[in-house]
């Protein structure tokens, strides 16, 4: 009687082949760039993003919503001049924003590019009423 099921292939038990092809996916995101993120949200919130995240778009969307609530500081010299005693490369919007606020008057107005003109103005009208208290 012939032997059931696909032949054997590997040596490895089944579960050392698992072992090593998660370990090669994983090497596989690193060397890409992929991170897993683990977040801890309010279940409606968890629901939402687990249907978002079939979507082919969503990846786009994620990063024009992070993009909205997270300034890089590297690119905006103003700021970067500002945040010159900061380790971190991010900052949220906010804080940027009292950032701007707090030491406008150290602010080379001449020296601003259309960049981040924009990002004050955007800044202005969402965190300081369409104002800047300096």
């Known amino acids: ?19 090593r092809a ?10 890409s760039g992929i991170v897993n993120v683990q977040l801890t949200v309010p279940k409606q919130t968890a629901e939402k993003l687990a249907v978002a995240r079939r979507t082919t ?7 024009r919503v992070l993009d909205q609530a997270v300034v ?11 945040a010159w005693n900061r380790a971190d ?10 950032l701007y606020e707090r030491n406008w008057r150290f602010i080379d107005l001449a020296h601003l590019d259309a960049r981040e003109r924009e990002l004050i103005e955007r800044l202005k009208i ?3 009423n369409g104002e800047i208290n300096a």
């Open 22 to 31: 998660k370990s090669a996916e994983r090497a596989r995101q690193r060397k």
């Open 1 to 19: 009687m012939k032997p059931r099921g696909r032949p054997r292939v590997s040596t490895l038990s089944r579960k050392e082949q698992l072992r």
């Open 57 to 63: 778009e969503f990846a786009a969307l994620l990063d």
């Open 89 to 98: 490369e991010l900052i949220p919007a906010k804080e940027a924003f009292q």
């Open 126 to 128: 969402e965190f300081g």
């Open 72 to 82: 890089r500081i590297a690119d905006y010299s103003e700021l970067k001049d500002l």
